[in-house]
């Protein structure tokens, strides 16, 4: 069982970078594939970015490939989230999402979920 946090969002020019960071306690981190889902508002739920529990695999959404990168520190139970490039589109509230399968991040379900942090990319 892990609890994800997120932190880091903030309103950022188009073209700026912004950190998301996500801190999920618990004692087996490792054992979770972790990943990044976004939702826009009136919009439905978008997979952004998952890494493997070792950190070895990613896999990213088309619409931010070569923009983003999600890495993970498991000795300090963190994923990252390094937007880089950022469009107005990537305006979003950015949810940190764990669970043992990577087929489930990527369509927007998991066993848990963080509360959010608000992305707001102004033009």
């Known amino acids: 069982q892990v609890q994800p946090v997120e932190s880091g969002g903030g309103l950022v020019q188009a073209g700026g970078s912004l950190r998301l960071s996500c801190v999920a306690s618990g004692r087996t981190f490792s054992s979770y594939v972790m990943g990044w889902i976004r939702q826009a508002a009136g919009k439905d739920r978008e997979f952004v970015a998952a890494?493997?529990?070792?950190?070895?695999?990613?896999l990213y959404a088309d619409s931010v490939k070569g923009r983003f990168t999600i890495s993970r520190d498991n000795a300090k139970n963190t994923v990252y989230l390094e937007m880089n490039s950022l469009k107005p589109e990537d305006t979003a509230v950015y949810y940190c999402?764990?669970?043992?399968?990577?087929?489930?991040?990527?369509?927007?379900?998991?066993?848990?979920w963080g509360q959010g942090t608000q992305v707001t990319v102004s033009s």
């Open positions: 999402a764990a669970d043992y399968l990577i087929s489930l991040l990527k369509r927007s379900v998991g066993a848990y």
């Open positions: 890494i493997a529990g070792s950190g070895g695999g990613t």
